[in-house]
């Protein structure tokens, strides 16, 4: 029987299965047509962003860094370029056995090995690290025969940082060195992101610390096609690097040479600033350390050498260094006394040689001084007369006098670090001590502060400020290093803006009297031996200050005292007295008496800053010993001695 076929029921579900597959086939095609648009309108900037980066890279272009020059124009830090071995650690399988390869190519330290792995700790696995820098052209010739060998490790050429005159002024200069993860964070955090992309190195210290900005200089940057291997193809364009800016100092950087080697072993500090203006001419804290240790990575054996000698040669003693200022305190209680009316220049005091308060003894000279006026109190350095002015002033009054000129405060040079010293009161002292008991300030305890000693420890610097206020009337300058910034591509030059000198208000009477004294200091006092015969007038002071107490009635005998027990040798002076240029103070440390170990050395930066003089051999070997009064042996010319020092640049 046949069967019968209804056609237009098969017709109608033909042509539902039609609709339904016309319309997935629409749906599709919308949904194809949404992402098209959605991909090559809504997205395109962005994808094609992301193309353009597969098919290119960004490379950073680092800045050469600024230099730094003295006054006079010699060179301090500069840059010069070499070849190092590189390890980038992410692309290397086995990095022990791949150094020990290395090592069979060019010559690789234990040094170079505890160096790379301390930079593998604090660094990113992508980074390139050095495993060997300053390659020799035989070198680069060796690795380059086998480079096939060593996937990851490159060869490059740097710039390094060169200090030519080594550990010359290396506190007031400081050091670079590599960046860390601190100084990572806070660039990250920085509006100068961006700037240090590809950079490794920043400041450290000094001035390559304080004016970072100015010597880093901009990053530039290289845009290169790659392949889909990631190796380049060619270059697209490029941005070049603005290298950073020269900073001109306001350092002699042979005076600067001078007076280290006047020091020789001994340590201490001393700075030199020019008085109408604040100009550091000579920052010097001995002993120093070759900032060059430091650029690549300081090994350990330096390290330990710097961090634990017994003498800290990494402390920068004109500015972290405090002591007490022992009797060249004495000419500015002199000018608190005739500020604040508690005596007259005129005024007679005896000195027996002790001052007796509260039922305690002071030593002043032995066998006593007489009745001294003010002036041969400061000529002959009478220590009771300025304990007893001490106590009829007060501490309260002695430190509202002292603080507008500098003592007890960061001076706010344009170097980091600086500490603020003391600069006791009563004030001070109840914040200073948790013990109600030793908040109080005694009465007995002011006694010394009129010599320099008790609680009173400020920095050389801080001294240096205070005599340069004195030496030009009573205007305190904001000492300065930095002289002037020299524009790297322009050539201009733009002096390094300072504030106005501050002026202090002193009755030009009352300054004078004790400028008068101090030129009398230099002349028949006790600096007279050391400044005989000198073609200009000074004015300066002595001091010894204590570095322990020895107890009370404890004579002082220096023999019998560990060396590094023994009394601090300073001196405060300026000159010409008349128009001074040039002021300075300065430490040697447990020398003993100023007039023998430190006038000396003052002598000598006069000579050189007024006379165009350098002293001999023999002079500076005198001075050294502490043997030396006036100059001896011919002096040389200035520009006749080479500034020469040995360095670990090339």
Same mark, same amino acid.
């Given at each position: ?15 539902l ?20 648009v959605?991909?090559q ?14 098919r ?23 840059n ?13 399988a086995?990095?022990?056995? *791949? ?9 690789? +330290? ?10 593998l ?18 070198e680069?010739a #060796? ?5 096939? &060998?060593?996937?990851?490790?490159d060869?490059?050429? &740097? ?10 002024a ?9 960046i !860390? ?16 992309r ?8 000094g001035?390559? +610390? ?8 901009? *990053?530039?940057?290289?845009r290169?096609e790659?392949?889909a291997?990631? &190796? ?37 500090a ?17 002993? =120093? ?17 710097? !961090? ?31 500020q604040l ?22 030593r002043?000279?032995e066998? /006593? ?9 400061l000529?002959?350095?009478?220590? *009771? ?12 009054n002695?430190?509202?006098?002292m603080?507008?000129?500098g003592? /007890? ?6 170097? +980091?670090?600086?500490?603020?010293? *003391? ?5 001070w ?16 305890? =002011? ?10 420890s ?8 205070a ?10 300058? #904001? ?7 020299? !524009? ?27 400028? !008068?004294?101090?030129?009398?200091v ?5 600096? $007279? ?5 000198? $073609? ?25 005292l ?18 001074p240029? %040039? ?7 447990n ?9 000396? %050395? ?9 006379m ?5 051999e ?5 001075? +050294?010993?502490?043997?030396a009064?006036?100059p001896? /042996?011919?002096p ?15």
């Amino acid at each position: 029987m046949t069967e019968l076929r209804d056609s237009q029921t098969e017709v109608w579900h033909f042509r539902l299965r039609a609709l339904a597959v016309g319309a997935l086939v629409l749906v599709a095609f919308c949904l194809v047509l949404a992402r098209l648009v959605f991909l090559q309108v809504l997205r395109h900037e962005d994808l094609a962003a992301q193309a353009e980066s597969n098919r290119t890279a960004v490379l950073p272009i680092v800045p050469g860094r600024g230099l730094i020059l003295d006054r006079n124009g010699v060179v301090l830090a500069t840059n010069y370029s070499a070849y190092t071995l590189e390890i980038t650690p992410a692309r290397v399988a086995a990095l022990d056995e *791949t150094i020990d390869e290395l090592a069979k190519v060019v010559e690789i +330290q234990a040094r170079d090995r505890r160096r790379f792995k301390r930079l593998l700790e604090e660094s990113r696995n992508f980074e390139s690290l050095p495993i060997r820098t300053r390659l020799t052209d035989q070198e680069v010739a #060796r690795f380059a025969a086998q480079r096939y &060998r060593f996937p990851g490790v490159d060869i490059r050429a &740097r710039l390094f940082r060169s200090y030519p005159l080594g550990d010359v002024a290396s506190h007031a200069i400081g050091y670079i060195g590599r960046i !860390n993860q601190s100084e990572k964070a806070r660039i990250q955090d920085s509006d100068d992101e961006a700037n240090y992309r590809g950079t490794e190195y920043i400041g450290k210290l000094g001035i390559e +610390q304080s004016f970072e900005s100015a010597l880093h200089g901009a *990053t530039g940057v290289e845009r290169m096609e790659t392949s889909a291997g990631g &190796r380049a193809v060619r270059k697209l364009a490029s941005h070049a690097a603005t290298p950073g800016d020269t900073v001109v100092l306001a350092l002699d950087i042979r005076l600067q040479k001078m007076i280290e080697d006047l020091f020789g072993e001994r340590r201490g500090a001393l700075v030199a600033l020019d008085p109408r203006s604040g100009e550091v001419l000579a920052l010097v804290s001995k002993p =120093t350390f070759d900032p060059n240790l430091f650029v690549e990575g300081i090994d350990a054996d330096n390290w330990a050498a710097l !961090n634990e000698s017994i003498d800290k040669p990494l402390l920068n003693r004109a500015l972290r260094g405090t002591y007490p200022p022992g009797s060249t305190y004495k000419p500015f209680m002199a000018l608190a006394a005739l500020q604040l009316g508690k005596r007259s220049p005129s005024l007679v005091v005896n000195d027996p040689g002790s001052y007796t308060f509260g039922g305690h003894t002071f030593r002043s000279h032995e066998g /006593g001084l007489g009745g001294v006026d003010m002036q041969r109190a400061l000529q002959l350095s009478s220590n *009771t007369y300025f304990y007893s002015l001490a106590v009829e002033m007060g501490v309260d009054n002695i430190h509202d006098f002292m603080r507008p000129l500098g003592f /007890g405060q960061a001076t706010g040079i344009d170097l +980091q670090g600086e500490v603020p010293g *003391t600069l006791p009161s009563t004030d001070w002292k109840r914040k200073t001590y948790r013990r109600a008991d030793m908040q109080r300030w005694f009465p007995g305890e =002011t006694v010394s502060l009129g010599i320099g000693q008790g609680y009173n420890s400020f920095t050389m610097l801080q001294l240096a400020v205070a005599q340069a206020t004195l030496a030009n009337g009573g205007t305190r300058y #904001r000492p300065h290093l930095a002289k002037a910034v020299k !524009n790297a591509l322009t050539g201009a030059v733009t002096e390094v803006a300072q504030p106005p000198g501050a002026n202090l208000g002193y009755l030009p009477r009352n300054v004078d009297i004790v400028r !008068n004294a101090l030129v009398a200091v230099n002349k028949d006092g006790t600096g $007279a031996r050391v400044f005989a015969g000198a $073609a200009y007038t000074s004015a300066g002071k002595t001091g010894t200050a204590q570095a322990v107490s020895l107890g009370p009635n404890v004579k002082y005998n220096a023999k019998a005292l560990a060396e590094h027990l023994r009394d601090h040798a300073l001196f405060t002076a300026f000159a010409p007295a008349e128009a001074p240029s %040039i002021a300075l103070a300065l430490i040697v440390e447990n020398a003993g008496f100023g007039s023998a170990h430190a006038a000396p %050395i003052a002598r000598r930066v006069f000579d050189y800053w007024l006379m165009g003089e350098y002293p001999s051999e023999e002079d500076i070997a005198a001075v +050294q010993k502490g043997l030396a009064g006036a100059p001896i /042996g011919k002096p040389r010319k200035v520009d006749e001695v080479p500034l020469v020092r040995a360095t670990a640049a090339p």
